[in-house]
């Protein structure tokens, strides 16, 4: 079985690569954890994932038409920062600085490990560029690091390709070039992004799950409606602004991929004008309205062509910088993993509770919203350069008086 990537990124990798261009796309998972294990075996663990995986073992360069592709590299040492902690530290201050440091995409790997140690827990904080990765394959990659600790084997993945070859669209062949390619030079401005982090009880999470069915929409809507209403009520310029909300969505399941390290998603915007007449639910099942349809194949193909229209067919790295310069202009993101997808004991180890994913998503001012429901609890997250204080506090607020309303709306709402 073939196990080095070498290859070309599809449509959307090398739209992260150029965006890594312009400002940081690297982002973050931080697993909190019952119990605590040698360093060393931590460090065979990472050894042994990357063995699995193999865009843990890569770098992006750029090939003779001046198109990026990963290419393999032996013996790619993925670092590996411990923090001894007293309990009660704060884990997310680890995250802050993790995504002010940038990747050299160029040299890899695209993957760094932070584990902060207590004397009975850890949390085990993952880094990666998005140009490889997307927030599915952290988590995954945090069950296969508490595995490999606890003594399990795992077995090697083939590489995985990309999104377009899975759909046998074409690679990039640049009908058009130009002799002097544009030099990359990676951004040094500084960033400081700030994360916050806030854990609902299983009750509010169970409450939150069966209201919002008994309403015609989803967990994610609710979140969505509820990041809403609290940034608009938190932060004054918003309040009457048209606001643009944006989600990932994973491509997995429409694709029928297997758990490779890799990137796997698409995103959708879905906009909402103030509107006094609206009531919490409204907004909610107007946010998972506009969802419709994006876990199709279809969908995918069409967003994967919108992207190739940009970035590929040429070797004009600034025609593409200057095209991506005009999108992700939202103000929130909500990117929601759903729920751990695997059991959450390992032998000596318990994963608590996993946060994030955490990422600089947009131009500074947005709010990026990592919602994961482990072991039955909701775990929320805010990422941003300049933060809304208390937003993750007031949207549990928002949300549990919203299931205490009697009003249960059977029918649908439009989207407009």
Request: proline share 4%; glycine share 4%; hydrophobic share 40%.
């Amino acid at each position: 079985m073939k196990r080095q990537q070498n290859r070309t990124l599809g449509a959307f990798e090398k739209t992260f690569w150029l965006l890594d261009q312009i400002d940081s796309k690297d982002f973050a998972l931080a697993a909190d954890i019952v119990g605590t294990q040698p360093i060393e075996k931590w460090r065979n663990a990472i050894q042994m994932v990357q063995k699995r995986h193999p865009n843990l073992s890569v770098r992006v360069v750029l090939d003779e038409l001046a198109r990026p592709t990963l290419q393999h590299v032996e013996n790619l040492h993925i670092p590996l920062r411990v923090v001894h902690a007293q309990q009660g530290y704060r884990w997310q201050q680890e995250v802050e600085k993790e995504l002010s440091v940038r990747f050299n995409t160029e040299e890899g790997p695209l993957l760094r490990v932070v584990l902060v140690q207590n004397t009975d827990s850890t949390v085990l904080i993952l880094v990666a560029n998005h140009t490889v990765a997307d927030g599915t394959s952290l988590s995954v990659l945090t069950r296969d690091i508490l595995l490999a600790v606890t003594g399990k084997e795992l077995e090697p993945m083939a590489p995985q390709v990309s999104n377009d070859e899975t759909l046998d669209m074409p690679e990039d062949l640049p009908a058009q070039t130009f002799s002097k390619v544009l030099e990359l030079k990676m951004k040094t401005d500084i960033v400081k992004p700030l994360v916050s982090s806030h854990r609902f009880s299983e009750d509010i999470t169970r409450n939150i799950l069966e209201r919002a069915r008994q309403e015609n929409t989803t967990v994610h809507g609710a979140i969505c409606a509820a990041v809403l209403v609290a940034s608009r009520k938190m932060r004054p310029e918003w309040d009457e602004a048209k606001m643009e909300l944006v989600s990932p969505i994973c491509t997995r399941a429409a694709l029928n991929l297997d758990d490779n390290f890799g990137l796997n998603i698409t995103t959708q915007s879905v906009f909402f004008e103030k509107k006094a007449y609206l009531t919490f639910w409204d907004l909610a099942r107007l946010a998972k309205a506009g969802l419709e349809g994006t876990n199709s194949v279809e969908y995918v193909t069409g967003y994967l062509s919108f992207f190739r229209d940009i970035v590929f067919g040429h070797n004009d790295i600034q025609q593409m910088l200057d095209a991506l310069k005009q999108a992700f202009n939202h103000h929130i993101m909500v990117t929601n993993l759903v729920k751990v997808r695997y059991k959450t004991d390992f032998g000596p180890l318990k994963l608590e509770a996993l946060y994030g994913p955490m990422v600089r998503s947009g131009k500074g001012m947005e709010q990026t919203i990592g919602a994961l429901t482990s072991n039955g609890s909701l775990c929320l997250t805010n990422t941003s350069d300049t933060p809304i204080p208390g937003l993750l506090v007031e949207m549990e607020k928002i949300l549990r008086e919203a299931c205490q309303g009697t009003t249960v709306v059977k029918n649908v709402c439009s989207f407009q």
